[in-house]
C-alpha cells in the first residue's frame, strides 16, 4: 500500500562531483569559483536539453534526475565532451574533471512541513540496479 502523497517512480540518477576540488581552492579559490559556476551552467543546459531535471547542487556537487536512462547516458556523454573541449582553454592544473556516477533507482517523491523547515519537496531513493 502506497502512502498518501507519495508517488513512486523509477528514475535514472546522476550524482556528479569536482575531483580534486579541495587541490583547486587552495590554488585559486576565486578562480575555481569560477570555472566551477561556468561548468555549471553547462551541466544545467545540458541535463534540461536531455529532458533532465537537477535536483540539487550544493558546492561542488550535482544531482539530477531523468526519466529515461537513455537520456542520462547520452546527457552524459555530451556533459563530458563539452566540459573535454573546456579544459583544453585551461592550463593543466586548473582543468577541472568530475566523477560521475549515474544509478537506475526506485524514488519516493512526497511532500512534508514542519514549524522549522516549512514546505519542500522530499525524493527518498532506493538505488535498485547500477547502469
Request: net charge positive; glycine share 8%.
Amino acid at each position: 500500500m502506497q502512502p498518501k502523497g507519495f508517488h513512486r517512480k523509477l528514475t535514472a540518477i546522476l550524482s556528479a562531483d569536482v575531483a580534486g576540488y579541495s587541490r583547486l581552492m587552495q590554488g585559486d579559490e576565486a578562480a575555481t569559483v569560477a570555472t566551477l559556476e561556468t561548468y555549471k551552467q553547462a551541466f544545467f543546459d545540458l541535463i534540461r536539453q536531455h529532458r533532465g531535471r537537477v535536483v540539487d547542487s550544493p558546492g561542488d556537487n550535482l544531482l539530477a534526475e531523468f526519466a529515461s536512462v537513455v537520456d542520462a547516458v547520452q546527457g552524459t556523454v555530451a556533459v563530458q565532451r563539452e566540459f573535454s573541449a573546456h579544459n583544453t582553454e585551461l592550463p593543466e592544473n586548473r582543468r577541472m574533471r568530475f566523477h560521475i556516477g549515474m544509478n537506475l533507482c526506485g524514488t519516493i517523491e512526497g511532500r512534508r512541513s514542519g514549524p522549522a523547515i516549512g514546505r519542500f519537496r522530499v525524493m527518498a531513493m532506493h538505488c535498485t540496479s547500477r547502469i
